[in-house]
């Protein structure tokens, strides 16, 4: 008996998923909620754009530096230290990764506030 009642209950849910209208009160009492486009603070626009691109700024910095220690610990590593100069080719991937996101991170985040 609970098992008919819980399909027939399915069964009317999902004739609320087909009708959206149905699940809005008739009465008026429904209300909007509201969804406002981002917008910066009076004021802090210019100072936000500064502040990420100095981020930005140090981003390409620590890739440049991350490349630089992992063609170091390569060569290094060429004689008689192979860990130490797989340590700094497995590293290469890490660094392109960070790179790779700190350059996709605007339009990333975009995407969700379309």
Known sequence: MLLISLIV????????????????????????????PPAPPPGMDAKMNTLLSWGKWGVLICGVAGLFICAGQMAIGRKNRSTFAADGATGIPWVLGGLSLAATAAPIVAVFFK
């Open 9 to 36: 209950r399915a069964a009317e849910f999902g004739e609320l998923l087909d009708r959206p209208s149905r699940l809005h009160p008739k009465d008026g009492l429904g209300v909007p909620v509201p969804n406002p």
